[in-house]
Nanobody
Framework: QVQVVESGGGLVQPGGSLRLSCEAS????????LTWYRQSPGQQREWVAA???????NYADSVKGRFSISVDNAKNTGYLQMNSLQPEDTAVYYC???????????????WGQGTQVTVSS
C-alpha cells in the first residue's frame, strides 16, 4: 500500500509564503505524477497544480505565477511553494500521487488527508 501525508500548512498573513510537502511512503515502484488540489468550506475541490513524471508542470490561473510545484524523486516527496498568499487561498490542500507499486503494474491515484492553509491578518 501507499500512504500519502501532507504537511506544512498553517496560518500566514496576506502576502506571506508557505511550503507544503507531500510525502509518499510504502510500496512504491515509481511516481508518475503529482497533483495538488484545495477545498474551501462549502466549495468543491479545486485543482491547483500538477507535475508529470517528465517534469511538465501546469497551474490553475488563480495561482499561476505565485505557486510552484516540484518533486524530489529520491525522497518520494512533492512540494508546493506558495508565495504572495491571499485570503482566497485559504483552504484544505490535498495531494494526489499517481504511482505504481510494482514494475509494469497498474498506476493508481493515492490521496492524502490534507493540510489546512489559512491566510488572514
Amino acid at each position: 500500500q501507499v500512504q500519502v501525508v501532507e504537511s506544512g500548512g498553517g496560518l500566514v498573513q496576506p502576502g506571506g509564503s508557505l511550503r507544503l510537502s507531500c510525502e509518499a511512503s510504502g510500496r512504491i515502484y515509481s511516481i508518475n505524477g503529482l497533483t495538488w488540489y484545495r477545498q474551501s468550506p462549502g466549495q468543491q475541490r479545486e485543482w491547483v497544480a500538477a507535475r508529470t513524471s517528465g517534469g511538465a508542470t501546469n497551474y490553475a490561473d488563480s495561482v499561476k505565477g505565485r505557486f510552484s510545484i516540484s518533486v524530489d524523486n529520491a525522497k518520494n516527496t512533492g512540494y508546493l511553494q506558495m508565495n504572495s498568499l491571499q485570503p482566497e487561498d485559504t483552504a484544505v490542500y490535498y495531494c494526489k500521487v499517481f504511482a505504481r507499486t510494482v514494475a509494469a503494474g497498474p498506476r493508481r491515484d493515492y490521496w492524502g488527508q490534507g493540510t489546512q492553509v489559512t491566510v488572514s491578518s
